[in-house]
């Protein structure tokens, strides 16, 4: 419990700075944007009732019944008080209100209805519906930041370091192209539903909960919040805008060039170049690379459709991100390092620190600065050397995914041997 309120409360400090910080752009923060949304058409329909689906696990059958039809009910009365009152929804969606309210009502039951243990567990769930959405609204909050307070960006750094790759985002952006508009309609509402995905994959780890009246050591939501807490600072530290902004049409007169995805930039000393004070700088490193690699990671011990999902979301992921243009090839490798960095980190909290953990985090964490060193300082030596930058950049990415693999292994339970006991023989009279 004591747990639980120190991280309330710092999540709420850091809530309030970024509420400051977004006044002072004169544009409202997350917590003006989450109250908003328990009238107002919310932005995160979908998300909102994801969030109260997680709310649910420490609910029975009967609770999750009567939570799921209120909700309902409430948005159906919305929409018709709007539709009564001629109010038309321009922006955000015409539902989620309802999941919201649900949410902050058991809080309020929880407190005032609950006690001992079924008190904590139901707010325990609230926090991490609550926290899911916060964590949404939190990064809108930081890439404005990002956007306002990083006047250059440092893509041509990046593209330059992505010779050694071969310039995957120009390829992938061509390949989607030629598939016309079935391609990328899938991949787009793969790259925008990533949070539903998640919390399909939480549900099936917290599917007990209710029952054994706890949450497990670790699950999805835990890794999730943590890189959506994290990533962003490392947006402070990196800014890239991605290359259909630096090098695309989406750019207008801030980009470099119009080159992609038909030609890749010439090789030239790179630079900062000042930007635009709207577009985020959430390059650097790939986020939804991050979170997808979580999903995967996570949906490897469910049923096979589960498994399945997780990979075609990995796969469909990967693919969006370069064929979009959001991110180079250079993103992505850096996405995966961070995200098995902090995976283990926050397995190796949950059993308890030993040396392979420490030994593991530590070099995750090297090999991701060294990453980031070398795309900022020697970009010009990776792109002039792909034959030898790019595989090393691959085999730094391969290694920190061996040496995962083995140490969460290492710390998978063993099944003991049964114990043989010889039936006893019959005495001989």
């Known amino acids: 419990m004591v747990l639980w309120l120190t991280a309330g409360v710092v999540g709420l400090g850091f809530l309030i700075a970024l509420e400051i910080a977004a006044r002072r752009y004169g544009v409202a923060g997350p917590i003006t944007n989450q109250a908003r949304e328990v009238i107002f058409p919310p932005k995160s329909g979908f998300l909102l009732y994801a969030g109260m689906g997680l709310m649910m696990v420490v609910l029975t059958w009967r609770q999750r019944l009567i939570a799921a039809g209120t909700a309902i009910g409430i948005d159906i009365v919305i929409l018709l008080v709007r539709w009564a009152a001629g109010i038309k929804v321009t922006e955000g969606h015409p539902f989620g209100n309802g999941a919201l309210l649900v949410v902050l009502g058991c809080a309020v039951l929880a407190v005032t209805r609950r006690t001992g243990n079924e008190r904590t567990l139901l707010l325990k769930g609230v926090g991490l519906s609550l926290l899911l959405v916060a964590g949404r609204k939190t990064g809108d909050a930081w890439l404005l930041i990002t956007s306002k307070t990083r006047p250059t960006v440092l893509d041509q750094y990046v593209a330059t370091a992505d010779h050694a790759l071969g310039n995957p985002s120009w390829l992938v952006g061509r390949i989607v192209r030629a598939t016309g508009p079935v391609g990328p309609h899938v991949l787009d509402w793969v790259y925008v539903q990533l949070a539903v995905a998640a919390v399909a994959v939480a549900l099936y780890q ?28 490392i947006y402070m530290i990196f800014p890239v805008v991605g290359p259909i902004f630096a090098y695309g049409a989406d750019g207008g007169s801030w980009a470099a060039a119009n080159l992609w995805p038909e030609t890749a930039p010439p090789l030239s000393a790179p ?38 999902a997780g990979t075609f979301w990995l796969i469909a992921t990967l693919g969006a991100t370069l064929g979009f243009g959001y991110h180079y090839g250079v ?4 996405g995966v390092v961070f995200t098995l960095t902090i995976e283990t980190a926050l397995r190796a909290q949950q059993r308890g620190w030993d040396r392979a953990g420490v030994q593991l985090v530590a070099y995750g964490t090297t090999i991701f600065a060294a990453l980031l060193t070398s795309y900022r300082y020697l970009p010009m030596q990776m792109a002039e050397y792909p034959w030898l930058s790019g595989p090393l950049v691959v085999l730094a990415m391969t290694s920190v995914i061996v040496a ?25 009279v």
């Open 404 to 428: 995962y693999i083995r140490t969460t292994n290492l710390w998978e339970p063993k099944a003991s041997p049964a114990t043989h006991h010889p039936e006893p023989q019959p005495e001989l």
């Open 271 to 308: 630079h900062s170049m000042p930007f635009d004070g709207i577009t985020p700088r959430n390059c650097m490193p790939s986020l939804h690379t991050a979170w997808a690699t979580a999903i995967f990671i996570h949906s490897r011990k469910g049923p096979r459709v589960l498994r399945f």
């Open 331 to 334: 993103d992505l490798v850096a």
């Open 206 to 233: 917290l599917r007990n909960v209710a029952a054994d009246r706890r949450f497990p050591g670790h699950h999805l939501v835990r890794t999730f919040l943590v890189i959506g807490l994290l990533g962003p600072a």
